[in-house]
């Protein structure tokens, strides 16, 4: 059979199971039961708020189908209007049983970057109103706490990287782009917590900010016309046929390593933390259970560093790449 | 049909992390040699192999993904 053939029959097959998981049938409830996609589906985003134990359903449902906007409070008001309903973890429409054009919704993930978001405008404004009242004294508790990971990202990330005058303007960037990473992170160490950044969404749309930053100071900093020359890569005129289509897939490939790099990060972590959980359950045997949890309690604390260095790493290569799209005119010039 | 595909995502993924550790285990060896030269350079070596590491992950983080697609799909 070709390659060809196979993903046919392979679609084909997805197609069917579709159709029939309308009616229920026993192949492939026990399918939708296999603890992978358990896991993953677990990792994933939700269409209400769950903390630990807690589950709101208190988000609201924005979907634009057919033309017009829908709104609903909640799911459950969603449900009793009779429009759409959930299947499988998926909102579809009650006529056909598709899914609606675009969903818009406030997810779960949402909830949680908006946690995050306020946690750190309350901490900054803190950290701001102490540092105006303190002065030239000495910085104390929490103040001296931000102050040094600002320090240390001016002084070991930003200013390294980026010469001059656009280091100063975009440290507020990398400084925004730092925390709000790590903090998300953070949350999704706690217990019932949810990774934001553990969905592709999440890390692709701050990938999207890190390549406009990089291209919008590249031309601000070295103009339009040293811009286009760098896409040639500092190499010949006749060359440009194959340089061109490299470094223009390299401003591409840049931002998607970032957001994979990211997302596959905190998903791989919390897939193994999930497996080991699930051993307990498949053993249930005194003998093995600590093994177990000691395992799971090293891969936790391993969590925690990832937690930190992907947040820097993240913001380092951001750094990286911004230092050498603004750099390489200024050797030329 | 459908185990040989579970076969190969998973052999897939035991050569990715074999090629990624290997990669960094040889980054970290060089790093230490250097440091061990170099000792006031240690901090500059650090984050130089920090970074390097991110990159080496990277790619065995795209050809793990791609197995965890072959896997589910």
């Known amino acids: 059979m070709s390659a060809t053939e196979n993903k046919e029959k392979s679609e084909n097959e997805l197609h069917s199971e579709v159709e029939t998981t309308n009616y229920g049938t026993e192949e492939t409830t026990s399918k939708e ?43 459950s008001s969603m449900e009793k209007s009779g429009d759409y309903l959930m299947e499988h973890h998926h909102i579809v429409r009650a006529s056909d049983h598709n899914a609606p054009d675009m969903n818009l919704s406030v997810t779960n993930m949402v909830a949680f970057q908006w946690m995050a978001m306020l946690l750190l405008v309350i901490l900054f404004f803190t950290v701001s109103k102490k540092a105006k009242k303190s002065g030239t004294s000495a910085p ?17 990330v930003v200013q390294p990287n980026i010469a001059g005058n656009a280091g100063v303007r975009l440290l507020p960037y990398f400084l925004a782009l730092f925390m709000f990473i790590l903090v998300l992170n953070l949350i999704g160490l706690l217990p019932g917590g949810h990774t934001a950044t553990g969905t592709i969404g999440v890390t692709a749309a ?9 291209n ?25 046929p194959l340089m061109i289509p490299i470094e223009i897939a390299s401003m591409f490939i840049k931002p998607f390593s970032l957001t994979i790099r990211l997302f596959a990060n905190m998903v791989a972590g919390h897939t193994v933390l999930f497996s080991l959980m699930g051993l307990l359950f498949l053993f249930q045997s005194f003998f093995i259970a600590p093994a177990i949890v000691g395992f799971a309690t090293f891969i936790n604390l391993l969590e925690l560093l990832v937690a930190f260095l992907q947040a820097y790493i993240f913001t380092m290569l951001t750094a ?14 | 049909m459908e185990g040989l595909g579970l076969f190969g995502a998973g052999i897939g993924a035991g050569i990715s992390v074999l090629g990624a550790g290997l990669g960094i285990g040889r980054l970290a060896a060089s790093a230490l040699e250097a440091a061990g030269r170099q000792p006031e350079a240690a901090g500059d070596l650090r984050t130089t192999m920090i970074i390097a590491a991110a990159l080496i992950e990277g790619v065995a983080f795209f050809a793990l993904v791609i197995c965890l697609l072959m896997a589910i799909a």
């Open chain 1, 33 to 75: 039961e296999s603890p992978v996609t358990q896991i993953l589906n677990d990792l994933g985003d939700h269409e209400e708020f769950s903390f630990g134990p807690l589950h709101a359903d208190i988000l609201p449902v924005i979907l634009y189908d057919e033309g017009q906007f829908h709104f609903y409070g909640s799911r």
């Open chain 1, 140 to 156: 104390k508790g929490i103040h001296n706490f931000f102050e040094s990971i600002i320090v240390f990202l001016r002084d070991d």
């Open chain 1, 206 to 214: 701050l990938a999207i900010t890190a390549f406009l930053v990089i």
């Open chain 1, 216 to 240: 919008y100071t590249a031309i601000k900093e070295s103009g339009i016309k040293a811009w286009l020359h760098h896409l040639l890569g500092g190499a010949p005129v006749w060359l440009a």
């Open chain 1, 320 to 333: 990286i790449f911004v230092g050498l799209a603004v750099g390489e005119h200024s050797h030329e010039h």
